[in-house]
């Protein structure tokens, strides 16, 4: 077993490494001079020379590499040539309300899907497992940013109940700060329930099908306390596996839905870095989407083995 | 959106297990999708043949119409009609689908059969690999590719191909695994018969399901991703209709005229589910078969 | 006069700087000239109240010294930094932290006397030094083509703690506007260590915070020289979206849309009693530009072409839901030496056609390439389908704002044959028509010789040579004027001293109150 988890471990640490060599030389790759770009129409020659030199621009490419691999370990990299701010602050910051609005969208998803996929499961080939699974279906069809568009329209515009954006960090206004999240993360939580309730059921249905359960059956406990008692566990494992590896979805689904309600996470820093051509600032939020995903697989592996011995091979 | 690595759950079939005797004999999912699907793939052919107007169109006299005969599904604040953009859009919407998706299909598969009939350090570089390219999402590709490349539809169907080339490789070397392990795999070895030769005659035939299934699913992927990216201004340039644009400019006309936005977003929805729910009656149909015969 | 008037680099961002430049009041600043007509200033001790405005394309970098952004000096000028002067609502020059000031005969020299209690919020007194030490900063420090503007500036002087002298190279009628704007503020000496995140001035407001991608705090300046303003917390709030915008002010999230991007949604605040609507004029002339450098634009045959092909009535009907003024050359409603120059290439698709053929181009292709606002994006549309409509082949493409367009259109190469862009800052017929090197490319000796001339000339001939140059523009054909962008206000129907007109650079925020 710790085998296992060392070899996981080093395989996760190569995939960071690779990772960041290629994001590091996918944005060198981009044609034009960072400092130029930055600085802007008018900028004279003396003040391109300047800004490169402060950046340490006009080192090799290896150099900057390491330089910045360096500070992205110690949690500082480095300072946006455009705006001339600490890169590591606004990085915090953002991940903060990104965390908050993928955090409360899967606690959504969860309470969807559980019951949701469960019912499908128990009530399969019936008419209301019908109904529940086709609304999933039409559930997972749907954009997040649809689903934002939507809830605006109804609740913001129309109703009047919840603001239709914004953001008030939760120590300052709690209350407001719960109205602004609703929404957003009604958006991403109700598609990602509709995925995850699909693999509950698929997951519960098997379960079911289980020879002890039958025996449980048998023994006069009905589907549902069967499922309960002893199923459950068994259950689970696919349900969390497939909640961690839907993150990179979920970060990715974060981005639209900040755009749409206008919240200033993580995915609205990196559209509008790319908008500016702030390309320091670019290659960090991407490293930190990366570093978060492989992160979150690596857990999950282990979580995997451990939920599930049965499974602890291939 | 659907995880490409996972395997999608199955639609609400009949079981065999649970009544005795019945066959697996409704598929609505698989009926329920291919008719989606084909709705989808009439309107972007027909498209090129006609459209009831020309989708650029801007006539300033027709504003913001509602639905009429002359305009099917009304027009939008530049006078354009837009059941025309619509038929156009399905046209982007087909084009980016099978450009990505085929550039995933063509890398990933011979990938995934390589993974699986090769060395085991190739197949877990391969492995690894996908893992790592999981870890960038289609969209997140495509940002960067904009940023490098300046956006386009041809950096989006790149970045949503590499994106989706993991799924099929994983759902290839899973398939082809389990075909070399069936005895006429092995006696064919046996007799020495050379390994590319094993591949065509014996592996690909038998994964064929498996990628088929795997192309409907990563369709409605990519079609999510192209609609995410002309929705953020990533995607397709102006002048070419796209159903995530025109759904970003209905936004400011929400509250004047909803309907602009319900129609983009219907087209988009019913175009995802036609391909998840194909995808997961070929699944149930094909599924069956493997259970079969291993 | 030299070329390179504040202004030649900065293109609005989203639109917004035009209509959220609040016009600078004199009386607020507590000095002693009498009130502009109309609003009465706010009265006394300010409250303790707080607003909260909505604005779109928030700002890179505080630091509008390196920035040729509308967007920072929106926010800090007139509130975190002052000038020795501002303008009024009517456009007039207005004392700031110079109570008063004299130019000689030959307006040569101009003698300020200075605010005598004014302190930086870094408990720095501002002396005469520091007026200098600004003045010569923008000479030296400056990057742009906005520093320009004080080129004209042969030497400053601190002749007294209070007193500064400034002696030009020439005379000119425009500096003292210009120093109504960005150039105009004055730093403090020991303040000017992190300009890109900490402002330090003299103003009515300091920076609380910046929270990146969000929004500006301000708070009070405790030890402002002047009156204090009536709202003691302001909040910028800035919109990547219009459409969030214009919902953010229905739930109450903000008080004030200082700018509406998206005039489409208009319609769901008219008849609404909570709010009220402004609609004026703005400096933001929408600008069709003509390549010079392009070969079938250096015809004036086919320039002409192209005006006449657009019908900028249905255009403004069309793209901005009908608000926005028509206006026939580079000059707002607001400005002296306006005329209504539409009559000069009225909307004529058949004499259009005609001019082509004469030109010998029945058959011409030009790339539009359009910034990703809201507002070129709209329109662009709508003039690519009207000079199709006249025979001509419009190649339309978006590029990133600022990156993209900035490096493609705007800098050399300058790869286009026709863009659209706001030009909003005050009086930039010099820099966008009197210099060839811009992106345009205009290269009209006469018109050059002619801006000198009404920058030395009285205030009269000023008038004159400039209703003269503007006229000249229209007839050449040097671009096309699609519209004015308007100044589209939304906000709480309580909410006092919102201008009608956005002239200066600024959103004076000192102007504001609640009934």
């Not at chain 2, 079981?15 to 019945?22: S, T």
């Not at chain 2, 319900?262 to 194909?278: E, K, M």
Request: charged share 15%.
């Amino acid at each position: 077993m710790l085998l296992r988890v060392l070899v996981r471990a080093g395989v996760l640490a190569a995939s960071l490494a690779v990772s960041s060599v290629v994001v590091f030389g996918f944005l060198a790759a981009l044609p034009g001079d960072p400092a130029r770009v930055a600085l802007g129409v008018n900028a004279t020659e003396e003040s391109v020379a300047a800004l490169r030199t402060e950046f340490g621009l006009d080192r090799s490419l290896g150099d900057q590499y390491v330089d910045w691999v360096g500070g992205m370990i110690t949690g500082d990299p480095g300072r946006s040539y455009v705006s001339k701010a600490e890169i590591g602050p606004q990085l915090a910051d953002r991940m903060q309300v990104t965390l908050w609005l993928v955090a409360s969208a899967t606690l959504i998803a969860v309470i969807i899907a559980l019951p949701a996929g469960t019912l499908m499961a128990v009530r399969h080939g019936r008419r209301s497992g019908l109904l529940l699974a086709g609304l999933s279906q039409l559930g997972v069809a749907v954009p997040a940013f649809l689903a934002g568009i939507l809830l605006i329209t109804l609740f913001a515009v129309r109703l009047r109940w919840l603001p239709s954006g914004g953001w008030t960090p939760p120590v300052e206004d709690p209350a407001m700060f719960l109205r602004q999240l609703t929404l957003p993360a009604l958006a991403l939580g109700v598609v990602q329930g509709a995925v995850l309730s699909r693999y509950v059921r698929s997951a519960v249905i098997d379960v079911l099908r289980e020879d002890y359960l039958r025996t449980a059956r048998a023994k006069g406990l009905t589907s549902l306390r069967a499922l309960w008692r002893h199923g459950l566990r068994n259950a689970m494992v696919p349900v969390v596996t497939v909640l961690g590896l839907q993150l990179a979805t979920l970060l990715i689904g974060a981005v639209v839905v900040e755009r749409v309600f206008v919240v200033p996470g993580l995915g609205k820093l990196l559209l509008d870095a790319v908008a500016n051509r702030d390309l320091l600032l670019v290659q960090a939020v991407v490293m930190v989407l990366v570093v978060a995903v492989l992160v979150v697989n690596f857990v999950v592996d282990l979580l995997y083995a451990v939920l599930d011995p049965r499974l602890r091979h291939g | 959106m659907v995880d490409p690595a996972l395997p999608t759950p199955s639609s609400p079939v009949v079981h065999r297990g649970d009544v005795a005797g019945v066959g697996r004999r409704h598929n609505p999912s698989l009926v329920a999708g291919a008719l989606l699907v084909a709705l989808v793939v009439v309107v972007a052919l027909v498209s090129f043949v006609w459209t009831p107007y020309a989708p650029s169109r801007v006539d300033t006299s027709s504003r913001l119409l509602g639905l009429s005969a002359e305009h099917w599904l009304g027009t939008d604040k530049f006078g354009r009609d837009v059941a025309s953009q619509i038929m156009v859009g399905a046209r982007t919407t087909i084009f980016v689908g099978v450009i990505a998706v085929g550039v995933a299909a063509v890398v990933g598969v011979p990938l995934g059969v390589l993974a699986a009939m090769g060395p085991r350090w190739l197949g877990q570089l391969v492995m690894r690999t996908s893992d790592l390219v999981l870890a960038f999402p289609a969209l997140l590709l495509a940002i960067m590719f904009g940023a490098v490349y300046g956006s386009s539809t041809l950096t989006a169907m790149v970045a949503i191909g590499i994106a989706t080339i993991p799924s099929f490789a994983r759902v290839t070397r899973a398939g082809a695994l389990q075909v070399l392990s069936r005895e006429y795999v092995l006696a064919a070895r046996v007799a020495g018969r050379r390994r590319l030769a094993i591949a065509v005659r014996h592996v690909l035939p038998n994964v064929s399901s498996l990628v088929i299934v795997q192309v409907s699913v990563s369709f409605a992927i990519a079609v999510l991703a192209e609609a995410a990216l002309s929705f953020l201004g990533l995607g397709t340039p102006l002048t070419t209709p796209s159903w995530g644009r025109m759904l970003q400019e209905s936004q400011e006309l929400l509250s004047v005229a909803p309907r602009l936005a319900v129609v983009p977003g219907v087209a988009i929805a019913v175009a995802v589910l036609g391909f998840n729910l194909l995808g997961d009656g070929l699944r149930d149909r094909y599924d069956p078969k493997l259970e079969r015969a291993s | 006069m030299e070329s390179g008037l504040i202004g030649s680099t900065r293109v609005v961002s989203g639109g917004l700087a035009v209509a959220s430049l609040l016009a600078l009041a004199a009386c607020s600043a507590g000095s002693s000239t009498s009130p502009p007509d109309g609003t009465p200033p706010p009265s006394g001790e300010g409250s303790d109240e707080a607003l909260v405005l909505g604005l779109v394309a928030e700002p890179a970098s505080l630091d509008f010294t390196q920035d040729a952004g509308a967007a920072i000096p929106q926010a800090l000028l007139v509130n975190v930094y002052e000038g020795l002067v501002k303008l009024g609502q009517d456009g007039e020059i207005e004392p700031a932290l110079a109570t008063e000031w004299a130019v000689s005969d030959d307006g040569l020299t101009y003698t300020f006397d200075l605010v005598e209690n004014a302190v930086f919020t870094n408990g720095e007194p501002m002396t005469a030094d520091d007026v200098v030490f600004s003045i010569e900063r923008v000479q030296t420090e400056w990057a742009g083509s906005l520093a320009r503007a004080m080129d004209v500036v042969e030497s400053a002087e601190a002749t007294s703690p209070t007193q500064v002298v400034v002696t030009l190279t020439q005379p000119s009628n425009n500096w003292l506007y210009n120093m109504t704007t960005r150039i105009g503020a004055i730093f403090s000496q020991s303040g000017i260590d992190d300009l890109a995140s900490t402002p330090i001035g003299t103003g009515p407001y300091e920076l609380a915070q910046w929270n990146r991608g969000d929004s500006i705090e301000l708070t009070g300046n405790e030890d402002y020289w002047g009156e204090a303003p009536y709202f003691s917390e302001v909040t910028l709030r800035y919109f990547d979206d219009p459409t969030a915008l214009n919902s953010a002010l229905l739930t109450g999230t903000i008080d004030v849309i200082t700018t509406v991007q998206a005039p489409e949604g208009l319609a769901q605040f008219e008849g609404n009693e909570d709010l009220q609507i402004i609609e004026g004029t703005t400096n933001g002339e929408v600008v069709l530009s003509f390549n010079h450098r392009s070969a079938p634009f250096q015809d004036l045959q086919v320039r002409q072409a192209v005006r006449q092909a657009i019908d900028r009535q249905a255009l403004v009907d069309t793209c901005w839901a009908g608000r926005g003024e028509l206006i026939g050359s580079m000059v707002p409603p607001t400005d002296p030496w306006y005329e209504d120059l539409t009559d000069v290439a009225p909307y004529d698709p058949d004499e259009s056609r005609r001019l082509l053929e004469a030109a010998g181009q029945t058959d011409l292709t030009l790339r539009l390439r359009l910034p990703s606002l809201p507002y070129a994006t709209s329109c662009g549309q709508v003039v690519a389908s009207q000079l199709e409509d006249v025979g001509i082949t419009i190649e339309v493409d978006t590029l990133e704002f600022p990156a993209q367009w900035l490096a493609q259109v705007f800098q050399p190469p300058n790869d286009y044959d026709m863009s659209i862009v706001a030009h909003v800052e005050p009086r930039d017929v010099p820099p966008l028509f009197g210099d060839p090197t811009y992106y345009l490319g205009y290269d009209n000796p006469e018109v050059v010789q002619q801006l000198a001339d009404a920058d030395a000339g009285t205030v009269d001939e000023q008038v004159t040579i400039m209703q003269d140059v503007a006229r000249t523009l229209s007839e050449d054909a040097a671009a096309d004027w699609l519209f004015l962008l308007p100044n589209l206000v939304v906000a709480d129907a309580d909410i006092t001293g919102l201008p009608e007109n956005a002239i200066g650079e600024a959103l004076d925020l000192t102007l504001l109150a609640r009934s």
